[in-house]
Structure formats: structure tokens, C-alpha cells
């Protein structure tokens, strides 16, 4: 029922554990782990809750709705844990659609930081299988990502001795331009992944040169004992960069290693604790970044590049699940970040700005493989744009221009 992460494959444990075991058969600093590949998630459905049962996401956290384990397979996995003397894991999903080359999955299934004892890495298991059905995942398999999936989906699930982060990130390896685009951020990477903080940006060249960006980090998220805390940055710590120029070589350095091991340029999540520099994810790069373009002189509001491509259409501000309903077909979704369960509304946006976030964020590669522009880490959007404001985002130069509605005929005499 379980395998250890070295023998991994992906046709049994999906292409993240895949990868990842791959990874560390070749020597690259990947954290031990074990694999419940899909034979189990099979395995445990039940005919009251088969595996293709329908999850809401406000059920996913608890795991409701999901298989459930059976006694079995919670005995092999108090015996996997029992050589890691009750340290933290990470436990994440690697499902059959997820990390492929044709879709990324970014932000859709769930993760669980943190657990430690048999009876939690069990709860987070099921959360990830129940994660597999999910509103979110569902829309997304609908989208891009349906033309990818290769047979029924199917969660195995991916354990891992837990990094503990002092700053942790993503890097986009080189492909044209030859440069290795780094995001980064204190504590775990959770606020840079899912946009929720403004992180440093770093593009380093072949010949080591680095240009930095220094974004502002107001948050971080870091274990409590068995829980993740999200917390106020210091006010020197916010402005001050991550990454020094050595460090960031390094990151590219191990970037290029992997893209060439692997056949394709990577998106690769990567942490750093008094260890060192621990690789937690690569998949295929499935749509191009931005290349940062200097924004036009009139442009009222300038955000960081996320998606190509130019948008006209009314503002619509969202700050919940409970706006999701006023969403059109051809409105310009503004909002602090978007939650990976607001995947939905990028098939009806015809554009996204948020006021967090950097362009290797979840919500950025799901953006690009919709194909629908993103402006990234606007400042003060949602109250600096008003509601059903008529729009123009250019998401190749990183601009938002706001228009003022013409004036009824009577209205100008």
C-alpha cells in the first residue's frame, strides 16, 4: 500500500512523487518521504463515498466526503512514520493530472503542513483525497487541463519530513533569454505560492549578473507545533532581500540541474533551513512567463506582469466566496489574491488584478493556462478601482487603465 519515495513511478504515484523520486535517486536535496499511490485511493472508496464523488471545497479541510482509510493501511503508515521519531511532515497531493506537461494543477488539490502522528497524517491523507473532487479541481479538469488527463482521475498521496523554513520560494528555469526567474519570501512557501504576499524577484543571467526586485513582505506563515501561524513581518525585515547574489546563483545552479535531468525547463518550489536548500517540487513549465516590460507613463495603476494578453471589460470587486455570484462572463476580476478555490471565475474573467502576489504564484500559471491576462501586486486595487469601472489591463506590460464612462447624449449639452 505504500512506497517509499525512491521507488516512486508515475503511472502508480503521479508525476509529482514521480519527480520528486527521481530527484533524490540522482542526488538533488530532496526530503525523504513515502508515497500512498493510487491503488489505495481506489482501494478505500466505498459505495457511499466513490471515488468520484462530488467534495465541496468547504469540505476539503476536514477531509469530509472523501473515502475513507482503512485500518490496514493507517498500520503501514504509523510504520513509515515511526523512523522519523514523530518530526513534522508535509503531506500533499500528486494526482494523475497534476505536474504533467500539459497541465500544472497549480493550488487545486490539497495541502497539509505539519502533522506529526498517525492519526493526523491520516486526516491529511483524506483531505487530499477528497481534494481530488473538489469544486475547484473539477472546474479546472473542465478547462485546459481535461484535454490532459490521461485515464480517470486517481490521488495518491506524497508524505515528507517537513522543511521549516526560515525563506522559501519558486524558480522558473531558463529557457529563452536565458535567464532563472526566482520568487521568495520569509518563512514557509505558502504566501508566495498562493499570492498572498509580494515577494522578492530575482532574474539571474548566465554570467551571474542578478537583478532584484524587492517586494513587500508584510506576511509569514511558519509552524507552531502542529500548526501553521501566519504572522506580521518586522518592519526592517520587510524591505529587506531574501536572497544574496551567491544564494541566488545557487538556486540556479540547482534550477539548471533539474531542467536537465528532466528534458524541459521547470517550475521548481524550493525552502531553505539551517540545512540548506531543499527541493519540494518540479513540473514542467506549461506557459511562458511575462518578460518585465516598462509600463506606460499613463497608466494610473502598474502591477507585475502574470499573463499575456489585453482585457477590456467592467470592473468587478471580489472579496469572498459570497461575490463570486455577481461574476460575469467578460467582467475584470479584481481582488487581494485569488484562493485556489477561486479557480471557477478565471473560465469567466476576461482578466484578473490583484494586489499581491508575483508572476510564479498558483494563481498566475492558472491565469496563463486559461489564457486570460493577470496583473500582479497592485497596490490598494481594490479600493482604488471602483466597482463596474470600465477596464483595460495589458498583462504583457503589468498596467491597469481606468476609463471614465461616456456621458449620456442629454448629459453633455
Known amino acids: 500500500m505504500i512506497r517509499w519515495l525512491e521507488d ?22 530532496v526530503p525523504e518521504g513515502f508515497v500512498i499511490p493510487f491503488s489505495a485511493y481506489l482501494a478505500a472508496a466505498t ?33 513509515h512514520l515511526s523512523r522519523w521519531g514523530g518530526a513534522p511532515v508535509a503531506v500533499r497531493s500528486s494526482a494523475r493530472d497534476e505536474d504533467t506537461r500539459g497541465a500544472s494543477a497549480a493550488g487545486q488539490y490539497a495541502t497539509v503542513l505539519g502533522a506529526r502522528d498517525v492519526a493526523s497524517v491520516s486526516a491529511a491523507v483524506r483531505t487530499c ?28 498521496v506524497l508524505v515528507q519530513r517537513l522543511v521549516d523554513a526560515r525563506v522559501s520560494g519558486v524558480m522558473f528555469t531558463s529557457s529563452r533569454g536565458h535567464v532563472t526567474r526566482i520568487e521568495s519570501a520569509w518563512g514557509l512557501g505558502i504566501g508566495t505560492v498562493g499570492g498572498t504576499v509580494d515577494p522578492d524577484r530575482y532574474e539571474v543571467h548566465d554570467d551571474g549578473t542578478v537583478m532584484r526586485t524587492i517586494g513587500r513582505k508584510l506576511t509569514r506563515s511558519d509552524r507552531s ?5 501566519t504572522r506580521r513581518v518586522p518592519e526592517p525585515q520587510r524591505v529587506a532581500p531574501t536572497l544574496d547574489d551567491a544564494l541566488a546563483n545557487t538556486l540556479r545552479g540547482l534550477g539548471e540541474g533539474i531542467a536537465d535531468l528532466l528534458g524541459a525547463p521547470q517550475d521548481i518550489e524550493w525552502a531553505m533551513d539551517g540545512g540548506g536548500i531543499w527541493i519540494l517540487q518540479a513540473r514542467p513549465v506549461t506557459a511562458e512567463v511575462p518578460s518585465p516590460a516598462s509600463a506606460t507613463a499613463s497608466s494610473p495603476l502598474r502591477g507585475i506582469p502574470g499573463s499575456r494578453g489585453i482585457a477590456r471589460g467592467p470592473a468587478r ?27 471557477p471565475l478565471l473560465r469567466v474573467a476576461a482578466g484578473v488584478v490583484t494586489e499581491t502576489g508575483g508572476a510564479l504564484s498558483h494563481a498566475a500559471i492558472v491565469a496563463r493556462e486559461h489564457g486570460i491576462p493577470a496583473v500582479l501586486g497592485v ?32 448629459e453633455q449639452k
Open 47 to 79: 459505495p457511499s463515498a466513490p471515488p468520484d464523488a462530488d467534495v465541496h471545497d468547504d469540505a476539503v479541510r476536514s477531509g469530509a466526503g472523501g473515502p475513507v482509510i482503512p485500518p490496514e493501511l493507517t498500520e503501514s503508515i504509523a510504520r
Open 379 to 410: 497596490p490598494g486595487a481594490t479600493g482604488r478601482i471602483i466597482e463596474s469601472a470600465a477596464l483595460t489591463i495589458d498583462g504583457a506590460r503589468g498596467t491597469v487603465d481606468i476609463h471614465l464612462a461616456p456621458r449620456h447624449p442629454k
Open 225 to 229: 507545533g502542529d500548526t501553521i501561524r
Open 317 to 343: 470587486i471580489v472579496t469572498g466566496p459570497a461575490d463570486f455570484a455577481r461574476v460575469r462572463r467578460g467582467d475584470i476580476l479584481v481582488c487581494r489574491y485569488t484562493d485556489p478555490s477561486w479557480t
Open 129 to 156: 483525497w477528497s481534494s481530488l473532487h473538489s469544486d475547484r479541481a473539477r472546474s479546472y479538469r473542465h478547462g485546459r487541463a481535461r484535454r490532459a488527463l490521461a485515464g480517470p482521475a486517481a490521488m495518491a
Open 8 to 29: 516512486a513511478v508515475a503511472q502508480d504515484c503521479g508525476g509529482k512523487a514521480a519527480t520528486m523520486g527521481a530527484l533524490r535517486r540522482s542526488g538533488f536535496p
